[in-house]
């Protein structure tokens, strides 16, 4: 019984989510396009204005990054040109910076081109790489 307790807390557990900024774009066209151009820890609050800078919640679940955009905080003009398909586009590989690799606590974490499913769900999108 004491074991089956753990194994319940266990499973119930939240996941690590970390409060971060993707800039969308190609990293080789100066942050122009769609895919991941930088992410970066904290919110967007300085480049409010910027269709380009999103924040997102980052987490690992079953050893996949999840990106999860809270609709709330997507601007109109970023809405249009990332959630109106069913697929978020990365253009070119990107690899997850080392600040965030160890606070996800994981080595590398290399994101390759393809096009990614779009979870939408009611007040998140998510996508998991």
Same mark, same amino acid.
């Given at each position: 019984?004491?074991?089956?307790?753990?194994?319940? +807390?266990?499973?119930?557990?939240? @996941?690590? $989510?970390?409060?971060?900024? @993707?800039?969308?774009?190609?990293?080789?066209?100066?942050?122009?396009?769609?895919?991941?151009? %930088?992410?970066?820890?904290? %919110?967007?609050?300085?480049?409010? =204005?910027?269709?380009? /800078?999103?924040? @997102? &919640?980052?987490?690992? @679940?079953?050893?996949?990054?999840?990106?999860?955009?809270?609709?709330? $905080?997507?601007? =109109?003009?970023?809405?249009?040109?990332?959630?109106?398909?069913?697929?978020?586009?990365?253009? +070119?590989?990107?690899? &997850?910076?080392? +600040?965030?690799?160890?606070?996800?606590?994981?080595?590398? /974490?290399?994101?390759?081109?393809?096009?990614?499913?779009?979870?939408?769900?009611?007040? /998140?999108?998510?996508?998991?790489?």
């Amino acid at each position: 019984m004491h074991t089956r307790m753990r194994q319940q +807390e266990m499973t119930a557990m939240p @996941v690590k $989510q970390i409060e971060a900024t @993707v800039i969308v774009g190609l990293l080789s066209k100066k942050c122009k396009g769609k895919g991941i151009c %930088s992410i970066i820890l904290g %919110s967007p609050e300085i480049h409010q =204005k910027q269709c380009t /800078y999103v924040p @997102v &919640l980052l987490s690992l @679940v079953d050893g996949r990054l999840l990106l999860s955009f809270q609709k709330n $905080q997507v601007k =109109k003009c970023t809405r249009r040109k990332l959630f109106s398909h069913p697929f978020f586009v990365i253009g +070119e590989a990107y690899l &997850l910076p080392p +600040e965030i690799s160890r606070l996800l606590s994981i080595n590398t /974490y290399l994101i390759e081109p393809g096009q990614y499913q779009i979870e939408e769900k009611t007040h /998140y999108w998510n996508i998991k790489l």
